[in-house]
């Protein structure tokens, strides 16, 4: 069992700079693969980056250039800074954990992005 919980959400103008980070319950060096999703209101549920446990990354063309996903697995945490914020960044944040077949949820965060 992995409990999620995330971190770092907020309101910030267009061009600012916000950094989630998402604290797990346990190790997470053992865990494969971790990943911010995001859901605007109204809409569906997209990824936003992915990182492995040998840190190989994927980004959504979206925030490529943007968004930096990290994982310091000493301090069991993952990380989404975001940099150059757009207000169609507006979304419900979630982290995201896959281990042992198994896939893990946060409650998410929130993040405004004013214009």
């Known amino acids: 069992q992995v409990q999620l919980e995330e971190s770092g959400g907020g309101l910030v103008q267009a061009g ?22 995001r859901q605007p209101p ?5 990824l936003v980056a992915r990182i492995t446990s040998g840190d190989s990354t994927y980004y ?4 490529k250039g943007r968004f930096t996903i990290s994982r310091d697995n000493a301090k069991n945490t993952l ?5 150059s914020l757009k207000p169609e960044d507006t979304a419900v944040y979630h982290c995201y954990a896959l281990r042992n077949g198994y896939v893990y949820w946060g409650q998410g965060t929130q993040v405004t992005v004013s214009s």
Not at 42 to 46: A, E, I, S, V
Not at 79 to 83: A, E, R
């Open 79 to 83: 990380y989404l800074q975001m940099n």
């Open 42 to 46: 109204g809409k569906q549920r997209d």
């Open 16 to 37: 600012g700079s916000l950094r989630l980070s998402c604290a797990a319950s346990g190790s997470i060096a053992t865990i494969g693969r971790m990943a911010w999703y």
């Open 60 to 63: 959504a063309d979206s925030v």
